[in-house]
Every structure is written in structure tokens, then in C-alpha cells.
Nanobody, 124 residues
Framework: HVQLVESGGGSVQAGGSLRLSCEGS????????LGWFRQSPGKGREGVAS????????HYADSVKGRFTISQDTPNNILYLQLTALKPEDTGMYFC??????????????????WGQGTQVTVS
């Protein structure tokens, strides 16, 4: 079965940086695109960034444009999210997700079939 395992979260001060990783395995259908979502206490899960496996087309939420960068190591099925200029409002659990149907540019949960367990990012 598909497994997505995130790592790299932690606690940083405002203005700091982190790099999140997500290792995927067990795919029976190659994902068309991958994404990162986040969820803060009391809020819904919001899309942060996505990337298409072929071609590397990327999409970002307005709140993170210019600060976060999504990238991938396709041969090794690793997804990354570089977080810079972090703000307290970036605090939350960050999840990676994979889509076998596409539609990832919408940064909407419904297009993603596989999810990781999340890694916590805390910015103070």
C-alpha cells in the first residue's frame, strides 16, 4: 500500500527556515502530482504548494508565494518543501499528499488520494 512519510518539522523563530521531506513508497499507480497541505488548530486543512511529477510545474498558495519552494527527487520518490522567512501564522501540521488524478493546481484536498501523517512546524 502507498506510504508517505514526512520529516523535517520543528520549532523555529520567526524569520527562520526549515526543509520538509516526504518519502513515498508502495505506489501501484504513479502519481501525476504531489502537494503539501497544512492545518492549524481550529482551522481546516489548506493547500500550500503542489508540483506535477512530469515537467515540474508548480503552484503555490498566495500566503506562501516567494517564501516556500516545492521540489522533488523523482527517481527516489521524495518530495520537498523549503520554508523560508517563516511567520507565526505558518505554524501547523504539514502533510504531503499524492494525486493519481491530477487537478493539483487547485490545491484542494479532494484531488489527492494518498496522505502522510504529518510533521509539525511551530514558529514563534
Amino acid at each position: 500500500h502507498v506510504q508517505l512519510v514526512e520529516s523535517g518539522g520543528g520549532s523555529v523563530q520567526a524569520g527562520g527556515s526549515l526543509r520538509l521531506s516526504c518519502e513515498g513508497s508502495g505506489y501501484t499507480i504513479t502519481p501525476i502530482c504531489l502537494g503539501w497541505f497544512r492545518q492549524s488548530p481550529g482551522k481546516g486543512r489548506e493547500g500550500v504548494a503542489s508540483i506535477y511529477r512530469d515537467g515540474g510545474d508548480t503552484h503555490y498558495a498566495d500566503s506562501v508565494k516567494g517564501r516556500f519552494t516545492i521540489s522533488q527527487d523523482t527517481p527516489n520518490n521524495i518530495l520537498y518543501l523549503q520554508l523560508t522567512a517563516l511567520k507565526p501564522e505558518d505554524t501547523g501540521m504539514y502533510f504531503c499528499a499524492a494525486s493519481t488524478r491530477g487537478g493539483c493546481s487547485a490545491l484542494t484536498q479532494v484531488y489527492f488520494q494518498h496522505w502522510g501523517q504529518g510533521t509539525q512546524v511551530t514558529v514563534s
